[in-house]
Nanobody
Framework: QRQLVESGGGLVQPGGSLRLSCVAS????????IGWFRQAPGKEREGVSCISNSGGTTNYADSVKGRFTISRDNAKNTAYLQMTSLEPEDTAIYYC????????????????????WGQGTQVTVSS
């Protein structure tokens, strides 16, 4: 059974940092794009970042560019989202997702493209 489990969320003050992890089980992430998405109360789910199966291509939402870094360690079957300079507007439930991909040069950005999802981890940025 394919499963993604996120961890690393929590309460942090503005300007602080968190690192989210996404561990896959039941399948290997080597051939999968990974995406991070978030959903704030009353808002639609939005894309935060994605990384290609090779790790060679990454994309970021404009709102997080320069502050967030996506990475992956295929040997550990794990993906990460390093978040720095956090702002109250970053408060949301963060989800990781995976989709089988055949190109190392692009990563899917639309949430509808992803076929496996984690349960989410809450990130709250507040003083």
């Amino acid at each position: 059974q394919r499963q993604l489990v996120e961890s690393g969320g929590g309460l942090v003050q503005p300007g602080g940092s968190l690192r989210l992890s996404c561990v896959a089980s039941g399948f290997t992430l080597d051939y999968y794009d990974i995406g991070w998405f978030r959903q704030a109360p009353g808002k639609e789910r939005e894309g935060v970042s994605c990384i290609s199966n090779s790790g060679g291509t990454t994309n970021y939402a404009d709102s997080v560019k320069g502050r967030f870094t996506i990475s992956r360690d295929n040997a550990k079957n794990t993906a990460y989202l390093q978040m720095t300079s956090l702002e109250p507007e970053d408060t949301a439930i963060y989800y990781c997702a995976a989709v089988r991909s055949f190109s190392p040069y692009v990563c899917y950005e639309a949430p509808g493209a992803y076929t496996s999802w984690g349960q989410g981890t809450q990130v709250t940025v507040s003083s």
